[in-house]
């Protein structure tokens, strides 16, 4: 089964302040993960990765923290724009083998003007 | 450079007609997946293939779904005598290797299914 879950199905914020998406996974031996953006009507696109060997990473405006221990991922956006309302899905990759990457339900991101 | 390209964008079905996704990969990627999403869900991985290779279709139905990437064309995705549950929005994506130092898959914009 799924080994990524999210905590809140929908979020919502207040432009120009600072977003954070949480996501849950349950195996230890995940070693690679993943966010993507997925916008209504298109296709995901990759915003940001990060490695089991790491607890945190930083792009432009996004932050991608990793706790290990308490098997928790979370996205912070900073300085939030309506152009960032989407659904986000954390992605594992590394548990079940192979190269396939397994998604979360997603959070749906609103931001209000 | 075009990215992943799919078409159908949308498709009507009606229950035990065949549906044929077709997808192209990114300009100079070998690795095709195909996942399905349902309306507000996650999507759910179907199946990795490399050129004229299944490599993983753990997460394909048994029946009725099957997979191909030709050496020459697109990966073409076939769901025969489709039924109602299979309508969905299905997702190509690629990536240049299967190197797991990297993980950025390439969506494509998504193929729509409906099932009447």
């Known amino acids: 089964g799924e080994s990524v879950g999210l905590h809140l199905p929908t979020l919502s914020v207040q432009e120009g302040d600072n977003s954070i998406i949480n996501c849950a996974y349950s195996?230890?031996?995940?070693?690679?993960f993943i966010w993507y953006k997925q916008e209504s009507g298109k296709g995901p696109q990759f915003i940001i990765d990060?490695?089991?060997?790491?607890d945190k990473r930083q792009g432009q405006r996004v932050t991608v923290l990793l706790n290990k221990t308490v098997k928790h991922l979370s996205l912070q956006i900073a300085a939030t724009q309506p152009g960032d309302s989407a659904v986000y899905f954390c992605a594992e990759r590394g548990s079940s083998g192979g190269f396939k990457t397994i998604f979360g339900a997603g959070t749906r991101l609103f931001v209000k003007a | 450079n075009a990215g992943v390209m799919q078409n159908p964008r949308h498709l009507v079905r009606r229950r035990g007609q065949e549906a044929r996704l077709r997808c192209s990969p990114m300009k100079g990627h070998s690795h095709v997946y195909w996942y399905r999403q349902l309306p507000e869900e996650g999507l759910k991985f179907m199946v990795y293939?490399?050129?004229?290779?299944?490599?993983?279709e753990s997460g394909m139905p048994k029946e009725r779904f099957s997979a191909e990437f030709p050496k020459e064309g697109p990966s073409i995705l076939r769901i025969q005598q489709v039924v109602r549950g299979d309508s969905a929005a299905y997702f190509c994506?690629?990536?240049?290797?299967?190197?797991?130092?990297?993980?950025?898959?390439?969506f494509g914009e998504g193929s729509r299914l409906t099932v009447l």
């Open positions: 195996n230890s031996a995940s070693d690679y």
């Open positions: 990060i490695r089991s060997n790491m």
């Open positions: 994506a690629s990536s240049p290797v299967g190197d797991r130092r990297t993980g950025e898959l390439f």
């Open positions: 293939l490399q050129k004229e290779n299944i490599i993983d």
